[in-house]
């Protein structure tokens, strides 16, 4: 599986209270994706994906924008080595 993929994402902005991370989990199993999802105490949100190349990076572009009620002003990435992570969820 050389195209197997993980990133760590950062979300800043208006996200936090606009149903990003049910919103992501939804968007993550819907394509496969696997990893978590999670608030961050200064107000972001971050995230963990892990799957294909191509589902990686099409979960990396919806965080561009995340869901209608957030107001995304910057998203960061680190890759990460793969894990063989498996299901999404959303961690409290």
Same mark, same amino acid.
């Given at each position: 599986m #050389?195209?197997l #993929?993980?990133?760590?994402?950062?979300?800043?902005?208006?996200?936090?209270?606009?149903?990003?991370?049910? #919103?992501c989990?939804r968007?993550? $199993?819907?394509?496969g994706v696997?990893?978590?999802?999670r608030?961050?105490?200064?107000?972001s949100? +971050?995230?963990?994906? +892990?799957?294909?190349l191509?589902?990686?990076?099409? $979960?990396c572009?919806?965080?561009?924008?995340?869901? #209608?009620?957030a107001?995304? +002003?910057?998203?960061?990435?680190?890759?990460?080595?793969p894990?063989?992570?498996?299901?999404?969820?959303?961690?409290?």
């Amino acid at each position: 599986m #050389s195209d197997l #993929s993980r990133q760590r994402v950062q979300a800043y902005g208006l996200v936090q209270g606009v149903f990003f991370r049910d #919103s992501c989990r939804r968007e993550a $199993m819907r394509l496969g994706v696997a990893g978590w999802v999670r608030n961050a105490e200064d107000g972001s949100v +971050e995230a963990v994906f +892990e799957g294909s190349l191509e589902a990686v990076q099409a $979960m990396c572009r919806w965080c561009q924008a995340g869901p #209608s009620q957030a107001r995304v +002003e910057r998203v960061e990435t680190q890759p990460e080595k793969p894990t063989g992570a498996t299901g999404f969820q959303i961690i409290d």
